[in-house]
C-alpha cells in the first residue's frame, strides 16, 4: 500500500496501490519510464520501497525477501544468460542457486527445455541462439524452483511477431496450470491478449485499473475510424475542422483517430462534410486507445 520508489528527488514509482489475486495474470502498462520496472524490482525484493507497505506471497517483503525470492521466478528486461555455456549448463547452474539436488534440476531442466521448444538445443551454446530462443530460455530458467509467482518484465521485446506468439503461447499454457503472472509491457496487443487485470501508469502513477474489456469500455468508443492524408497540409487542415466540429480526435503523426459508437455511419458523415482522406480505416477500440485517452501520447513517441 502507498508503495513509492524514489532515486534521489526523482520519484520513479508514486504511491501505488495494487493487489495481484493468486493464478491470475496481471499487468503494468506504460510507455518507457513510468515506473514499471522499478515496481517490478521492489516486487522481487531486489530494491526497497522508499516508503509505502509491500507484502508478497503473504510475506513482509522489508524483512522476509530471502523467502520471497526463494518463491518466485524473474524475467528480466535484458537477458543475464551465460552466453559462453550451452544451454543445458543454463539450467543446471542456475538450479544450483536454489540448493535443489543435482537429479531434481536435471529432471526440471529436461521438462522446461520441452515446454520452450528447445530439447533440441539442449547442447547448443546460448550465444548464437536468436533472440526468441534465449528469451524463451530466460523463461524456461525462471521457473526451475517450480515458483509460485512469476514476473516478467517486458518479456517479449525485440522479438518478431512469430516469437512473441511463441512466448505467449508458453505464458498461456502457464496460466492454465495456475501460475501467477505478474508482467510489464509497453505493447497494448500484449497486455490485451495475456492480462486477467492490468494498471496503466504513467510519471510512476496508476492512472486507471481493470480488465482489458473494462478498461476499453469506460475509457474509449465502441469503434475508432482512422483517416491518413496524402499531405501534411491536409492533415493540418481536417485536423481544425474536426477539433473545430468538438469531434472527439487524437492526432497523430501520420493519422487522426475519430473515436465514434458507429464507425462506419461517422466515416460516412466526415467524407460526406467535405474531408478527403487518402485512406480511411474502422477498427473497434483497443487497449491502445485508452491509453492515448488517458496519457495524451502515442507509443511512437516514446
Known sequence: MGLTKRFGGFTAVDGIDIRVEAGETFG????????????MRMIACVSPPSTGT???????????????????????????LDTELTVWDNMLIYGRYFDLPRPLIKERATELLAFVQLGDRRSSLVDPLSGGMK???????????DPELLLLDEPTTG??????????????????????QV??????????????RLVIMDDGRIVATGSPRELI???????????????PEEHDRASAQLHAASE????????????????DAT??????????????????STLEDVFLRLTGRSLEEE
Open 28 to 39: 503494468f502498462l506504460g510507455p518507457n519510464g513510468a515506473g514499471k520496472t522499478s515496481t
Open 135 to 145: 528469451r524463451r530460455l530466460t523463461i524456461a530458467r525462471a521457473l526451475i524452483n
Open 159 to 180: 522479438l518478431d511477431p512469430q516469437a512473441r506468439h511463441l512466448v505467449w503461447d508458453r505464458l498461456y499454457s502457464l496460466k492454465r496450470r495456475g501460475v501467477t
Open 217 to 231: 469500455d469506460a475509457h474509449s468508443t465502441r469503434e475508432v475510424v482512422e483517416l491518413r492524408f496524402a499531405t
Open 248 to 263: 472527439r480526435v487524437e492526432e497523430l503523426a501520420d493519422r487522426l483517430l475519430v473515436y465514434a459508437a458507429d464507425g
Open 54 to 80: 509491500l507484502r508478497v506471497l503473504g510475506l513482509d517483503a522489508a524483512a522476509e525477501g530471502h523467502r520471497i525470492r526463494a518463491r518466485l521466478g524473474v524475467v528480466p528486461q535484458d537477458d543475464t
Open 267 to 284: 466515416a460516412e458523415r466526415l467524407t460526406g462534410n467535405g474531408l478527403r482522406p487518402a485512406a480511411v480505416l474502422v477498427r473497434r
Open 183 to 196: 508482467l510489464t509491457t509497453h505493447y497494448m496487443d500484449e497486455a490485451e491478449q495475456l492480462c486477467d
